[in-house]
């Protein structure tokens, strides 16, 4: 598959909404597992928002209620919708999917994520 090109990352402040948008391979919206992930300085990747192919989604608790993944399948594009931002949620976004030979993180849904894009940054100020 090919890489994952994420984009929409901007600063933003506190209580502003982003979009961020990934562009991915056709293969990956017919597979189970295409999400979101996010990674600070210092901390791990974590693993935000899930969607399946038939379009079920979980989140993290901590982005419960405020973060929506969405995808068009037609436009083989991910999203992410992130309303009422918080300082905390300042990180690097990397759209994941599998098939990839990058490093593997397990993240929702149970999957094993090992293709990854360069990374958006959402930065939210206070």
């Known amino acids: 598959q090919a890489q994952p090109m994420e984009s929409g990352g901007e600063s933003v402040q506190t209580g502003g909404s982003l979009k961020l948008s990934c562009a991915a391979s056709?293969?990956?919206?017919?597979?189970?597992?295409m999400g979101w992930f996010r990674q600070s300085p210092g901390k791990g990747r974590e693993s935000v928002a899930a969607i399946s192919r038939d379009g079920s989604t979980t989140y993290a608790d901590a982005v419960e209620g405020r973060f929506t993944i969405s995808k068009d399948n037609y436009n083989n594009t991910l999203y992410l919708h992130m309303n009422s931002l918080q300082p905390e949620d300042t990180a690097m976004y990397y759209c994941?999917?599998?098939?990839?030979?990058?490093?593997?993180?397990?993240?929702?849904?149970?999957?094993?994520?090992?293709?990854w894009g360069q990374g958006t940054q959402v930065t939210v100020s206070s």
């Open positions: 056709a293969d990956a919206f017919g597979d189970d597992c």
């Open positions: 994941a999917t599998r098939g990839g030979s990058g490093r593997t993180y397990y993240g929702l849904l149970g999957c094993l994520y090992n293709s």
